[in-house]
């Protein structure tokens, strides 16, 4: 099973993000998590060493895919 | 069936989110088009109607999701 881990911070960007992450991943090959980096500060440092440079993000294994722009990184640590 | 239409120039970035977009999209819920716009200039107008802005970008329905940042949709035309 192939991990997915989505990054955000609740902004509106962020939502429509999380809309598409949850419809249109396939479930059958990716576990997806959903992390609130607002809520979860303790996880920047895990999302910066991914890759991470601005929210919403999608991690895909090791891949980093920043999906429109939302809010900078660095603006939530 | 969702229609998902994935915009891209050829790019190394878009081909690492092309990737993402064969593998990770569910195929049983969206049908997956791949639209070269280096190579289909004549599908440039209907990206630009669809709001892309830079490629490469997925449109999943009528929403558009711009990935990292590859090349602007005005350099392609």
């Keep these: 099973m192939s991990v997915a881990v989505f990054y955000h911070a609740g902004c509106p960007v962020c939502l429509g993000a999380e809309q598409m992450v949850a419809d249109a991943i396939d479930h059958a ?3 997806v998590e959903i992390v609130h980096l607002g809520d979860q500060s303790e996880r920047i440092t895990e999302a910066k060493t991914a890759g991470v440079k601005s929210v919403p993000a999608l991690v895909l294994n090791d891949q980093v895919f920043h999906i429109n722009f ?3 990184i660095d603006d939530l640590a």
Tied chains: 1, 2.
Excluded: N
């Design 29 to 31: 090959k990716y576990d």
């Design 70 to 72: 939302g809010a900078s």
